[in-house]
Each structure stands twice: as C-alpha cells, then as structure tokens.
C-alpha cells in the first residue's frame, strides 16, 4: 500500500561524494548526525523562451538542482571538521575559518507515513555555512537549532538529484550504512 501522507525527518546520514578517473563516483561511509528537525530541498528551475517570427517560438523548463536549509539540533563537532572544514586550535577550542575546503556529500534520511518508511538519499551536494541565533532564556527555555544551507546538482553520470526508496527497493536497508551510486534502469 502507498504512502498517502508523510511526516517527521529522522535518520540523517551525511557522506562524501567523490567522483575519481573516468567518472567513477564513490560514496563514503556515512555519518549519522542527530537531532534531525527539517529539510526543506526545492527545484530549482528556469523557464527557457526562444522567440522566433514574431512569437515565442518554442519555450521550456531546464534546471533541476535542488536548494533548501537542512535544519538540526545542534551540527556536532565532528560533523564540523569532517563536513565543514572547522579546524581544531591550539587550547582545545573549534574554529570557523575562512574559505574552508570541503568536500561535496550525500544526504540521506528517513521520513515516516501512513503505510511505511521511506528513504531518501539526495546526490552531489555542496554545504554552505551554519547559521544560528543566540537569544535570552525568556519566561521558558525554548532550545535554539543550527541550520545549513544546502545546493544538490546531482548525480553527474546519470542525471539522478534526488532517490526515494520503499522498503521493499534494493538498497533500502543499506542505505545507511553503504549506499551506492544511482545506476538508471534501462
């Protein structure tokens, strides 16, 4: 039976997506980030107009990169220097830096619905930099999250942004712990 509504984000694996000599593309042992709260990944389309004779002769849609905030309780400090390029100083602390190298990645999750689970793993993704507000204990405490700009152009050799698995799809109970590239059925 299908899904006819899903909710909830849980189950966040991020890796690296590396794509070596002759397009071979290797996706690295994932990570699990908790404290999932959102993601919010939209297509990003443009519309393509070709006039001609007077008239807008042909016109279609091109694009298909995905954009959103992945939004979580708290980026934990190992996510930061294996993700984000944070660096590690002297006394201890965890450091920002400018223009840090980082690698592009997966993201992989789970969401919830009325029938069964399903997985979605998104490829080639860039990560921007965490956001976050610091703000007063009020009249209760109200827990603040982190929030990361994410750019996903996809799977390079077969075109493949974003996948969704059901329960009973190869690769569903291995996604988090060893996905694999996206290869398109012919």
């Known amino acids: 039976m299908a899904n006819k509504v899903e909710f909830g984000i ?3 694996h991020i890796g690296t997506y590396t794509v070596g ?11 699990h980030q908790a404290g999932a709260v959102s ?10 107009t070709f006039y001609a004779d007077n008239v807008a002769y042909w016109s279609g849609y091109s694009g298909g990169t ?12 190992a996510f930061k ?8 100083l002297t006394n201890g602390g965890l450091a920002s830096v400018k223009n840090p190298t980082k690698p592009n990645v997966y993201i992989a999750f789970q969401v919830e619905g009325d029938a069964e689970s399903r997985r979605v793993i998104l490829y080639n993704c860039s990560l921007g930099a965490i956001t976050r507000e610091y703000a007063t204990i009020e009249e209760s405490k109200e827990p603040t999250t982190e929030t990361l700009a994410v750019t996903c152009t996809g799977d390079n050799a ?7 698995l059901k329960p009973a799809d190869t690769g569903y109970a291995t996604l988090f712990t060893a996905p694999t590239a996206p290869a398109i059925s012919e």
């Open 158 to 164: 077969t075109g493949v942004t974003m996948a969704v």
């Open 66 to 77: 995905l954009e959103g905030d992945l939004e979580v309780a708290m980026f934990d400090d």
């Open 81 to 88: 220097t294996q993700f984000l390029g944070y660096k590690t």
């Open 39 to 48: 993601f919010s990944p939209e297509v990003q389309t443009e519309q393509n």
């Open 21 to 31: 000599d002759g397009g071979t593309v290797t996706l690295g042992t994932p990570y």
């Open 10 to 12: 849980s189950q966040l």
